[in-house]
């Protein structure tokens, strides 16, 4: 039940940007996704006093791009929706950063 939980964490996305970081004969090979939020950890058994807030938290990672296709031209969401890979290996190192941010400035 929701009584037995002691925190919340909570987010919201700000921005997604796409940079191209590796061309190669004049065709792009790497892109790098930057996702800039807003995330609270909030302690619900204190009155939902902030314990840990950062109103810019920035996470990114580096993904290939397959030969032939056109990143340049591939707004960041439809890039995520057509690579279900991409945007779960994102999701993930969001995760692990946001964690170990948050445990580094307690």
């Known amino acids: 039940s929701g009584s037995d939980v002691d925190a919340v964490v909570t987010g919201t996305i700000g921005a997604l940007n796409k940079i191209l970081k590796?061309?190669?004969q004049g065709q792009p090979t790497r892109v790098e996704i930057v996702v800039t939020t807003s995330v609270e950890?909030?302690?619900l058994r204190d009155n939902?006093?902030?314990l840990w807030s950062n109103p810019a938290f920035s996470?990114?990672?580096e993904f290939p791009i397959a030969p032939g296709s056109e990143p340049?031209?591939?707004d960041v969401t439809a890039f995520l929706r057509q690579n279900g890979d991409a945007r779960q290996r994102l999701?993930?190192?969001f995760a692990r950063s946001v964690v170990t941010t948050m445990l580094?400035?307690?």
């Open 22 to 24: 590796a061309v190669n």
């Open 41 to 43: 950890l909030k302690d």
């Open 72 to 74: 340049q031209n591939t």
């Open 48 to 50: 939902n006093k902030v």
């Open 59 to 61: 996470s990114s990672d």
């Open 104 to 106: 580094e400035g307690m």
């Open 91 to 93: 999701a993930n190192k």
